[in-house]
């Protein structure tokens, strides 16, 4: 798989919310001019 | 946590964050609660979106000594020990995204304490929106 670079688009996923309903990463971008995604760890 | 003491400047930047987590939903709602931040919170437990986004999983690069120093630091701070909690080789990420899709800066963690500093994320986002105004 080749890897995601910077240029590229990113994956537009469904996800959960903690409330249960679903939502896509798509909807997140498009309603501000930059979207932070932030992927947890152990350490948060 | 660091980032949310910034989440003002975050809003003036026209910049919306969101953690995805791989725990269960009452995990990140433990973590929500404990850490007091208020930002979108999305749960992956299938990790779609960790191997979509192709974080990796380590367990010799999850728990080397910078872990444990990071622990120790966050622990003299205060901060209670809450245990190994699902499955701690999975690494994190990340990424800013413009409003198009495109992505603007891509992180991903070769340990846990592998981040960028909120000072960086700020000027990355301060860049870009300089940029949009010129």
């Known amino acids: 798989m080749r890897e ?6 990113a994956p537009n996923l469904v996800l959960e919310t903690i409330n249960g ?13 930059i979207l932070l995604i932030i992927f947890l760890r152990h350490l948060g | 946590m660091q980032l949310h003491r910034h989440k ?21 709602r433990n973590w929500l609660q404990e850490t007091g931040i208020s930002f979108s919170i999305l749960i992956d437990q ?20 910078k872990t444990w120093l990071a622990y120790a630091r966050l622990m003299l701070k205060g901060h209670r020990w809450r245990g190994i909690q ?17 992505i ?26 300089r940029n949009r105004e010129t």
Request: no cysteine.
């Open chain 1, 4 to 9: 995601l670079k910077v240029g590229d688009s």
């Open chain 1, 21 to 33: 309903e679903r939502a896509a990463l798509a909807d997140y971008w498009e309603n501000s001019e």
């Open chain 2, 8 to 28: 003002d400047e975050f809003i003036s930047y026209d910049t919306n964050v969101v953690f995805i987590a791989f725990s269960a939903g009452a995990l990140a």
């Open chain 2, 46 to 65: 299938e990790r779609i979106a960790y191997n979509a986004f192709q974080l990796d999983r380590s367990l010799l690069r999850s728990w080397g000594p």
């Open chain 2, 86 to 102: 699902d499955d701690s080789t999975q690494l994190g990420g990340d990424f800013l995204i413009d409003r198009q899709g495109k």
């Open chain 2, 104 to 129: 603007l800066f891509t992180l991903r963690s070769r340990d846990p304490s592998h981040r960028p500093s909120v000072e960086k994320l700020l000027q990355l986002v301060s860049d870009h929106h």
